[in-house]
């Protein structure tokens, strides 16, 4: 399906070679994939320049390119170039501009934990009224989250943009990018603080969510967090989600059964297929969400029944000698690796183990996060493992109330063999470390 012509290129970079109008079908900028007409869009980093790849995106189907090179060689006469100071300025300003050609309702979501279950579950909720595109896998930066915007298709009515950052003015960029009808802010934890300094700092970041937000934009967030009660100014529309009796949707009545959380809303009952209180928070963002754009409750209900998240976000997998993992690999902080491990808690099995590795990104916090991890776990846990470097400070951190077995790992191989020895019918064992860890390699030889 077309995206645009050339002539629509040429309305935003003026500076450009003679041409004659084609339709673009896709945006890439891996050189080495096969598209259909396709806009090459070459990325400068510090240690390479696609500029070099430019005659291989052009054989691989690409039928114009922007770029900040004024001489090529490797092109033939004719051949569409659009000429621009920087290519990833460059795709992001062509992204702000498709945006409005298609005019969806954007959806943006940013947060320490949370993100991307909570885009799932809006996109899967949205989906009973809407055509919805959302951000595939991690593409939430200031590359990836243009291209998403540009690979939504013209019939498009809403996007629901996944947003990360790293540091300050990142969530800014991309907020003005997709200029979002609707803003949430998932929570406010740990993640990246090693570069924002404190948890305020980071909230600070996430609350830049808002920078591109327009007179009717609608912000909806964790409304039992108070650092996110102090952004200025506020001229839009509010709503708050949680467990505080005066949120405006008040979450209650939560129960964790073998293979879904039931819960209610604002008295109304709702069941999801996922497992943990902080789900129940997260379907609560949909939820608001859905009832702002008039979504009637029985389709809701509907669509969160149906809910199927990305692999190694909490993953419940047969293993070994009959035993069940859960592969929360995927990435971690310390609150969600203790909202994991407190719905391990709630699981009916004999035996529970938790393999913890490192959180990264913490800095100077890594000693106390890890043994504010290490402190949440109790006698319902038997076995704490750990691996890694940092992950040792989990086991510093347990008290009395834990009475189980417990051991740190440096070594991947030795770890497995433990594991081993200990998984039968009765035993779940729960996986979480930072994405850097790479546990989905434990995981996959107990499969």
């Given at each position: 399906?077309?995206?645009?012509?050339?002539?629509?290129?040429?309305?935003?970079?003026?500076?450009?070679?003679?041409?004659?109008?084609?339709?673009?079908?896709?945006?890439?900028?891996?050189?080495?994939?096969?598209?259909?007409?396709?806009?090459?869009?070459?990325?400068?980093?510090?240690?390479?320049?696609?500029?070099?790849?430019?005659?291989?995106?052009?054989?691989?189907?690409?039928?114009?390119?922007?770029?900040?090179?004024?001489?090529?060689?490797?092109?033939?006469?004719?051949?569409?170039?659009?000429?621009?100071?920087?290519?990833?300025?460059?795709?992001?300003?062509?992204?702000?501009?498709?945006?409005?050609?298609?005019?969806?309702?954007?959806?943006?979501?940013?947060?320490?934990?949370?993100?991307?279950?909570?885009?799932?579950?809006?996109?899967?909720?949205?989906?009973?009224?809407?055509?919805?595109?959302?951000?595939?896998?991690?593409?939430?930066?200031?590359?990836?989250?243009?291209?998403?915007?540009?690979?939504?298709?013209?019939?498009?009515?809403?996007?629901?943009?996944?947003?990360?950052?790293?540091?300050?003015?990142?969530?800014?960029?991309?907020?003005?990018?997709?200029?979002?009808?609707?803003?949430?802010?998932?929570?406010?934890?740990?993640?990246?603080?090693?570069?924002?300094?404190?948890?305020?700092?980071?909230?600070?970041?996430?609350?830049?969510?808002?920078?591109?937000?327009?007179?009717?934009?609608?912000?909806?967030?964790?409304?039992?967090?108070?650092?996110?009660?102090?952004?200025?100014?506020?001229?839009?529309?509010?709503?708050?989600c949680g467990f505080s009796k005066d949120l405006d949707y008040?979450?209650?009545?939560?129960?964790?059964?073998?293979?879904?959380?039931?819960?209610?809303?604002?008295?109304?009952?709702?069941?999801?297929?996922?497992?943990?209180?902080?789900?129940?928070?997260?379907?609560?963002?949909?939820?608001?969400?859905?009832?702002?754009?008039?979504?009637?409750?029985?389709?809701?209900?509907?669509?969160?029944?149906?809910?199927?998240?990305?692999?190694?976000?909490?993953?419940?997998?047969?293993?070994?000698?009959?035993?069940?993992?859960?592969?929360?690999?995927?990435?971690?902080?310390?609150?969600?690796?203790?909202?994991?491990?407190?719905?391990?808690?709630?699981?009916?099995?004999?035996?529970?183990?938790?393999?913890?590795?490192?959180?990264?990104?913490?800095?100077?916090?890594?000693?106390?996060?890890?043994?504010?991890?290490?402190?949440?776990?109790?006698?319902?846990?038997?076995?704490?493992?750990?691996?890694?470097?940092?992950?040792?400070?989990?086991?510093?951190?347990?008290?009395?109330?834990?009475?189980?077995?417990?051991?740190?790992?440096?070594?991947?191989?030795?770890?497995?063999?433990?594991?081993?020895?200990?998984?039968?019918?009765?035993?779940?064992?729960?996986?979480?470390?930072?994405?850097?860890?790479?546990?989905?390699?434990?995981?996959?030889?107990?499969?």
């Open positions: 399906m077309e995206k645009f012509d050339l002539n629509f290129l040429a309305s935003i970079f003026p500076n450009h070679t003679d041409y004659e109008n084609k339709e673009i079908y896709t945006i890439f900028r891996d050189s080495r994939e096969k598209v259909q007409q396709g806009l090459f869009i070459p990325i400068v980093g510090e240690r390479f320049d696609s500029h070099e790849f430019i005659s291989q995106a052009i054989e691989n189907g690409a039928v114009a390119i922007l770029s900040s090179r004024t001489e090529l060689t490797q092109i033939p006469e004719g051949f569409p170039v659009f000429y621009v100071d920087d290519t990833i300025e460059a795709l992001q300003t062509l992204a702000n501009h498709y945006r409005h050609l298609v005019n969806p309702i954007v959806v943006g979501i940013t947060g320490s934990n949370g993100k991307t279950t909570t885009k799932e579950i809006v996109a899967s909720c949205l989906a009973a009224k809407y055509n919805v595109w959302k951000t595939i896998g991690n593409l939430n930066n200031h590359i990836g989250l243009p291209l998403t915007v540009l690979s939504m298709d013209r019939n498009c009515d809403v996007l629901v943009a996944e947003m990360g950052m790293s540091g300050f003015g990142e969530i800014e960029l991309l907020s003005k990018i997709v200029e979002p009808d609707f803003g949430i802010i998932t929570n406010i934890g740990e993640s990246h603080i090693e570069h924002l300094g404190s948890r305020e700092g980071i909230a600070k970041a996430k609350s830049e969510i808002t920078c591109g937000f327009k007179e009717n934009s609608v912000f909806i967030y964790d409304g039992d967090e108070p650092l996110l009660k102090t952004i200025e100014p506020r001229p839009f529309k509010e709503i708050t008040v979450i209650d009545d939560i129960n964790q059964h073998n293979d879904q959380t039931s819960f209610s809303i604002n008295s109304e009952a709702l069941t999801i297929p996922l497992l943990g209180k902080h789900q129940a928070k997260n379907a609560s963002f949909a939820y608001a969400l859905c009832k702002e754009l008039k979504i009637d409750v029985s389709s809701i209900k509907q669509q969160l029944n149906q809910l199927e998240l990305p692999s190694m976000r909490f993953e419940k997998m047969d293993a070994l000698n009959g035993s069940t993992i859960i592969n929360d690999a995927y990435n971690a902080s310390a609150t969600s690796m203790i909202a994991s491990i407190d719905v391990l808690k709630n699981m009916n099995y004999n035996k529970k183990i938790v393999v913890l590795g490192d959180i990264l990104e913490l800095g100077d916090f890594s000693k106390e996060d890890h043994k504010r991890v290490g402190q949440s776990i109790d006698s319902s846990i038997d076995e704490v493992l750990t691996y890694g470097e940092e992950s040792k400070y989990i086991l510093d951190g347990l008290t009395d109330n834990f009475a189980g077995k417990s051991k740190h790992f440096i070594n991947q191989e030795e770890l497995i063999d433990d594991l081993k020895q200990e998984l039968d019918e009765n035993t779940i064992v729960l996986f979480k470390a930072s994405r850097g860890i790479k546990l989905e390699e434990v995981v996959n030889q107990l499969v």
